[in-house]
C-alpha cells in the first residue's frame, strides 16, 4: 500500500542542482503525508542522525529545515503520483543518502518514525 520508490540523485559540485523524484503508489499518495529526509556518511556520530528535510501536507503545505530553508523545494505531482523534492545552490554538507517517507500522521511523519520509505538515493556534492 506505501511502495514508495525514489529516483534521481547522484553527483554534482557545490552550486549546481538536483531533481529528486519519489514514485507513490496512488494510496499512498492520495492517503498519507509525505516528506523527505537525508542521512549523512558520518550519521552514526552523535547529533548526525537521520534529518528531516522537507515535508508537505495533505494541503500542500510545506514545512522546511532550516539548513534547506531558501535552497531546497517540495512538491507534488496529482497526475504521477509523485513527490519531487527540488535541490538549487547545492553544498558540501548535503551530501547524504536521501529518503522519500508517508504516513499518515504528520506529527509521527516530522519525528522521523514514518511506516513506510523507499529504499534511498544517494546525492553527493562536490567542493
Known amino acids: 500500500q506505501g511502495q514508495l520508490v525514489e529516483s534521481g540523485g547522484g553527483s554534482v559540485q557545490a552550486g549546481g542542482s538536483l531533481r529528486l523524484s519519489c514514485a507513490a503508489s496512488?494510496?499512498?499518495?492520495?492517503?498519507?503525508?509525505m516528506g523527505w529526509f537525508r542521512q549523512a556518511p558520518d550519521s552514526q556520530a552523535p547529533g548526525k542522525e537521520r534529518e528531516g528535510v522537507a515535508f508537505i501536507d495533505s494541503h500542500g503545505s510545506t514545512t522546511y529545515a532550516d539548513s534547506v530553508k531558501g535552497r531546497f523545494t517540495i512538491s507534488k505531482d496529482i497526475a504521477k503520483n509523485s513527490l519531487y523534492l527540488q535541490m538549487n545552490s547545492l553544498k558540501p554538507e548535503d551530501t547524504a543518502m536521501y529518503y522519500c517517507?508517508?504516513?499518515?500522521?504528520?506529527?509521527?511523519?516530522?519525528?522521523?518514525?514514518?511506516?513506510?520509505w523507499g529504499q534511498g538515493t544517494q546525492v553527493t556534492v562536490s567542493s
Open positions: 517517507a508517508a504516513d499518515d500522521r504528520w506529527w509521527l511523519l516530522q519525528r522521523g518514525g514514518a511506516d513506510y
Open positions: 496512488e494510496y499512498a499518495y492520495n492517503t498519507y503525508y
